[in-house]
Each structure stands twice: as structure tokens, then as C-alpha cells.
T-cell receptor
Framework: DAGITQSPRYKITETGRQVTLMCHQT?????MFWYRQDLGHGLRLIYY???????DKGEVPDGYVVSRSKTENFPLTLESATRSQTSVYFC?????????????FGSGTQLSVL | GQQLNQSPQSMFIQEGEDVSMNCTSS?????WLWYKQDPGEGPVLLIA?????ELTSNGRLTAQFGITRKDSFLNISASIPSDVGIYFC???????????FGTGTQLKVEL
């Protein structure tokens, strides 16, 4: 099916482990984003990418690494997971500049760090 | 950074009631967006607003872009059970690539 998909849907890991969350979109959208959702904070931007090989920090980038070697994939890596990174993570994409309202979200990855 | 405060944080209403929620900011935004998040899913865009004072409807939903450009409002008329979810506002400043999201309003509908 076309669209934006995230995997895994649920993940439990331990403090200090490396974890990678996957995001794949089939629309060839230029922009891709990673958000985390926490109670009382809404959605906060972690990293975004305007195109392949172009990434930039968002509001809360510390402890996360991203890459975008291909337009359709935008993985998010927690290099050494901490309990404060327990959250629901959403990937999103949109076509290009000037179409900020055309933001499409994946279904999310619920991550628990024990 | 910019913050968007939504109120109420949550609400529990009877089916058929009208619902109002708002979003306020200390900063000016050029675009206001309203999203709905169903349980276990990502947010989906409901309404986009582009001009101060603009009033836009989408079915039973009506949203307004505040005159001061620092707030926005969402109304849902005659609520139904499928309106359950979390409603987020989001604002965009001119030329920016990044939306600022509100803290969310959780809506629960009692049959």
C-alpha cells in the first residue's frame, strides 16, 4: 500500500542500548520529519530532512541521530537509549516547500526504555 | 522556543453537544492548522487557516484564525462518538519549515 509506514509499531528496550526506528514513504515527498509525542508537550520536532542527504535539527535533537541516504527512508536512531526517551514517535512527510499543511503522519512507534 | 497552549486539556461531553476548544500563543503565526489524532494513529489534518479573521468549516467542524494572529479556535457541532480523540493545533511562521504543535485537547464523548 502507498503511504507512510513506521516500524516497529511497539518496541521495548533497555537503557544504554541502541535502537533504530524506521520510516518509509512511497510518495517521493521531499520533506520528512520525526516528532515525539509526550503528555503535556504535544508533538515536538526531533529532526527533519528537506531532501536526501540533507538533515537538520528540530526542537529536541539531543540523543538522536538521523540519516537520509534515500528519499523514501528516514530512520531515527537512539544511540544510547535513556528512560526519558520513552515516548511515542511519529514520522511525517510532505511534498515540498510552501505546502506545510500537506503533512502526512505515520501511525507511530511506541517506545519504552526500561 | 514558541509554545502553543491548548485548552481545555481534556473534556468529557455528551453525544450531541457542541464542543469548543482554543489555542493561544505568545507569538504571531501566519498559518494555523488543526489536526485530529485517533487512538493508536497519527494526526490527520482537519482544517487549514491562512488569514487573520478567516473562518473555515469542514462538515461539523468550524475553525477560526484569531484577529491578533496569536490564537485560533475550533468548534465541533453535534458531537458523535467518532469525534473521540486528541485535537492538536499547529502554527507556522512565514518561511518556516517547522510547525509548532499545541499540547492537545483530548475529547471523550459519552453516549
Amino acid at each position: 500500500d502507498a503511504g507512510i509506514t513506521q516500524s516497529p509499531r511497539y518496541k521495548i528496550t533497555e537503557t544504554g542500548r541502541q535502537v533504530t526506528l524506521m520510516c518509509h514513504q512511497t510518495w517521493s515527498h521531499s520533506y520528512m520529519f520525526w516528532y515525539r509525542q509526550d503528555l503535556g508537550h504535544g508533538l515536538r520536532l526531533i529532526y527533519y530532512s528537506a531532501a536526501a542527504d540533507i538533515t537538520d535539527k528540530g526542537e529536541v535533537p539531543d540523543g538522536y541521530v538521523v540519516s537520509r541516504s534515500k528519499t523514501e527512508n528516514f530512520p531515527l536512531t537512539l544511540e544510547s537509549a535513556t528512560r526519558s526517551q520513552t515516548s511515542v514517535y511519529f514520522c511525517a512527510s510532505r511534498p515540498r516547500e510552501g505546502q506545510e499543511e500537506k503533512l502526512f503522519f505515520g501511525s507511530g512507534t511506541q517506545l519504552s526504555v526500561l | 522556543g514558541q509554545q502553543l497552549n491548548q485548552s481545555p486539556q481534556s473534556m468529557f461531553i455528551q453525544e450531541g453537544e457542541d464542543v469548543s476548544m482554543n489555542c493561544t500563543s505568545s507569538s504571531i503565526f501566519n498559518t494555523w492548522l488543526w489536526y485530529k489524532q485517533d487512538p493508536g494513529e497519527g494526526p490527520v489534518l482537519l482544517i487549514a487557516l491562512y488569514k487573520a479573521g478567516e473562518l473555515t468549516s469542514n462538515g461539523r467542524l468550524t475553525a477560526q484564525f484569531g484577529i491578533t494572529r496569536k490564537d485560533s479556535f475550533l468548534n465541533i457541532s453535534a458531537s458523535i462518538p467518532s469525534d473521540v480523540g486528541i485535537y492538536f493545533c499547529a502554527g507556522l511562521t512565514g518561511g518556516g519549515n517547522k510547525l509548532t504543535f499545541g499540547t492537545g485537547t483530548q475529547l471523550k464523548v459519552e453516549l
